[in-house]
């Protein structure tokens, strides 16, 4: 092989290598190849706060995210006219906590599912979506921000897109959420991961 022709699969070698490097730093080990995955990422390194707001349940009840403090937390987002994602939603809330230990329930662990839809999900609207699925707003609550700006920091804490549609509806992306005893946002994962998550939480009990 002649001189430059070594030359140039050097210096080639050394940009690749270069290359692969600067990408192996930006994505912090090829492990946050996307946005959502870094998010995730980052909350599992460095839990997040989450904003006081004021949030009403199916039965007309007011409370707020820190009455939970002390105890393990899941939380979805949905708005009850969905027909499709929310849907899933519910079913796999419902499955989550079927896999959690019965003397825990309550006690150490409950479910919140919080619309992003104040205007349209009233009680009488989120005591019909949590009865389709038997939420009975103790273990598990259906429940709305009503203050637009609480809810507006809340989603953005969570991560969650919101983006109306032509159809009166609404595009948003989905996950499940765990909240720690300290009541910060500690995971997030794939809605298809209901099982694991349900493990995580045992496993945090």
Known sequence: MSSPVKRSVVITSLVVLLGTWVFWWGTDGFTA????????????????????????DQDGNIFNLQDYQGKLLAVDFIFTRCTTLCRSMGMIFKQIRDLIPP??????????????????????????YGQTYGADGKIWRIARVPDKAELKSLLEAFGIVVIPDEFGGYEHNTALHLVGRDGKLRLISDIDKAVPFAEQVVALL
Request: negative net charge.
């Open 103 to 128: 003397e825990s329930l309550g006690r150490d662990f409950q479910l919140l599912s919080i619309s992003f839809d104040p205007d349209h999900d009233d009680p009488v609207s989120l005591k019909k």
């Open 33 to 56: 190849l996307t946005a959502e995955t870094a998010r995730r990422v980052e909350i599992l390194r460095s839990p997040r706060p989450l904003p006081a707001v004021t949030l009403e």
